[in-house]
């Protein structure tokens, strides 16, 4: 088998995964989304929160404008993305005393 048979054969057997894949996701986000437990708009504001903890561009732009739709005002928005903020900030926050104090257990110990 020639070198772009190979190739040919590698780009079909990807995009036949990445549609497998899609379907997956597709599936998955419908289940999540369409429960209906908590209703949509917080749903959304929920999810444009965790867009922002997690920096995806593209699903904050997403979820922004589905929250929205779903009738999410200013206020509730803001205060999605002052959580997402707090959280990240908090995470920073825990990363900086775990290693405070472990400089000072070394410094304790006699290893600074």
Not at 20 to 31: G, L, Q, R, V
């Amino acid at each position: 088998m020639s070198v772009a048979n190979v190739t040919l054969l590698k780009r079909r057997w990807t995009m036949e995964l990445d549609r497998a894949i899609d379907a997956k996701y597709n599936e998955f986000s419908k289940f999540v989304y369409g429960s209906k437990i908590i209703p949509s708009k917080y749903i959304e504001l929920i999810a444009l929160s965790n867009s922002v903890a997690v920096d995806c561009k593209h699903c904050i732009k997403h979820h922004y404008q589905k929250a929205r739709t779903e009738g999410a005002s200013d206020k509730e928005i803001s205060t999605a993305i002052a959580i997402a903020m707090t959280v990240r900030a908090g995470k920073c926050r825990g990363v900086a005393n775990e290693i405070i104090g472990g400089l000072e257990e070394l410094e304790e110990g006699g290893m600074l």
